[in-house]
């Protein structure tokens, strides 16, 4: 069974600071690129930032560039957010994603989300 359980979410001010989790389980975790994407209301979904299979190569928006830092364990089957310098825009709910492309198909998993609200 696949799963991918986001944690870490919450209310914080801006300028603070939240680390997001998302356990994996029930696949090859290090065989997978690993992603971060939110979605605030009236707004598509956007990728925030991407991780490599051996985290040596990552991605981010522009929007986050320099205030979050993707990362992850493999050992634990674990990707993390930290997110740092948090502002207002930030606030939607933070998904994680799994991806592997073979030359038969594209496998693909989603957590359930974790809301992240900044706000005074």
């Known amino acids: 069974q696949v799963q991918l359980v986001e944690s870490g979410g919450g209310l914080v001010q801006p300028g603070g600071s939240l680390r997001l989790s998302c356990a994996a389980s029930?696949?090859?975790?290090?065989?997978?690129?690993m992603t971060w994407y939110r979605q605030a209301p009236g707004k598509e979904r956007e990728l925030v930032a991407a991780v490599a299979k051996v985290g040596s190569s990552t991605s981010y928006a522009d929007s986050v560039k320099g205030r979050f830092t993707i990362s992850r364990d493999n050992a634990k089957n674990t990707v993390y957010l930290q997110m740092n310098s948090l502002k207002p825009e930030d606030t939607a709910v933070y998904y994680c994603?799994?991806?592997?492309?073979?030359?038969?198909?594209?496998?693909?998993?989603w957590g359930q989300g974790t809301q992240v609200t900044v706000s005074s």
């Open positions: 994603n799994a991806n592997l492309r073979t030359i038969a198909r594209e496998y693909d998993y």
């Open positions: 029930g696949f090859t975790f290090s065989s997978y690129r």
